[in-house]
């Protein structure tokens, strides 16, 4: 297992716990706070012109400390990728969609690079195009769910696939029992966004945070899905409650606008203002979660994402106490200590 880290151990990272890409929430403080913790802290990806000057921030909150940059394919521009090279961003993670050049360039750029997949399937086509590591998504994980299957039916197999390609598990990653029952399975790291939401650094909105510690269940639906027609898995709320069956689906006519708001998204901005004009008698909810800048009304229509088994979550965390719990399932991989006063800066 040393072995498969020795490259992450190379970049600074001293344990193999992963702060999820969340876009909206996981903005240069949370970031900061994971990587200063010695975790994998992610900055989720944004509009274009907010993108550098957010690298640069989440660079100088790092305070030395490596980062990780979200690149979700369906909304990722030439420029992202333009300025994730320039700024010299150590690692990235690809989700959504396959890009192999987008991979080699980012490998010649000396960036190390994640691509998390659903599937055995993908994860086959992700080691076809050399990728450094896989992030293995169950679906019940929280957010754009990939992933088709349970993770405990999936990790092993593509652990066993993978070979001396590092493998991180993501869906249901909580607490340090989880963490150690991934490793049992072959997993190196962990990765997790649900938990990371429910931290004072998230960007998410304080009326989010306390749904997710008074949650019991959530919903898998497309009901988000204006400009990105995928399921997802949420918290329950009156949108959900008005539009949703059953089984989570919406209405045939509504997947059919969202099929076609979806042409438009390159030519979109991935602005929160935007998301402001929904309501929940509206048929037309965008992917945006609910951040801190939001009003109060906003949680009945925007998407509060959250995994399967959010009723284990009870209370709001320090960024740096999930990733020390996390951490203590794995042998750290890096012999640099970070300051005590990062953790809890």
């Not at 929430?25 to 706070?33: C, D, E, F, R």
């Not at 019991?216 to 409650?241: K, Q, S």
Request: glycine share 8%; with cysteine.
């Amino acid at each position: 297992m040393a072995d498969k880290l020795a490259a992450l151990r190379h970049i600074g990272v001293r344990y193999p716990v992963m702060q999820a890409g969340m876009p909206g929430i996981a903005g240069p403080k949370l970031a900061a706070a994971v990587s200063r913790a010695g975790g994998i802290g992610t900055l989720g990806i944004m509009d274009v012109s907010e993108w550098g000057m957010a690298l640069a921030l989440t660079r100088r909150l790092c305070e030395g400390h490596p980062f990780n940059a979200n690149l979700l394919l369906p909304f990722t521009r030439p420029r992202h990728v333009d300025l994730l090279i320039s700024q010299e961003v150590p690692m990235a993670t690809l989700f959504w969609g396959r890009d192999p050049a987008l991979i080699r360039r980012l490998k010649q750029a000396g960036i190390y690079t994640f691509q998390q997949v659903g599937s055995v399937e993908e994860a086959r086509m992700a080691l076809q195009d050399d990728v450094d590591a896989l992030i293995v998504q169950g679906r019940e994980a929280g957010g754009h769910v990939r992933g088709t299957s349970l993770l405990k039916a999936i990790l092993s197999p593509i652990v066993d696939l993978a070979g001396p390609v590092p493998v991180f598990a993501a869906g249901g990653m909580y607490t340090a029992e989880d963490a150690l029952s991934a490793r049992h399975q072959g997993a190196v790291g962990v990765s997790t966004g649900t938990r990371f939401v429910a931290t004072h650094e998230s960007q998410a909105h304080d009326l989010y945070k306390k749904a997710l510690v008074k949650a019991e269940h959530t919903v898998l639906t497309n009901l988000f899905g204006m400009n990105w027609d995928a399921p997802h898995r949420v918290l329950d709320n009156e949108a959900t409650r008005r539009w949703c069956d059953s089984q989570g689906q919406v209405p045939a006519w509504m997947r059919l606008i969202y099929k076609l708001t979806g042409l438009t998204r390159r030519f979109t901005p991935m602005k929160a203002e935007l998301v402001q004009w929904q309501r929940p008698h509206l048929p037309l909810f965008s992917a945006a979660a609910m951040e801190a800048s939001m009003a109060p009304h906003m949680r009945d229509s925007t998407a509060l994402y959250a995994g399967d088994e959010v009723a284990r979550i009870r209370s709001v965390m320090w960024a740096a106490d999930v990733v020390n719990d996390l951490a203590s399932a794995f042998v750290p991989i890096s012999a640099t200590q970070p300051n005590r006063q990062d953790l809890v800066a």
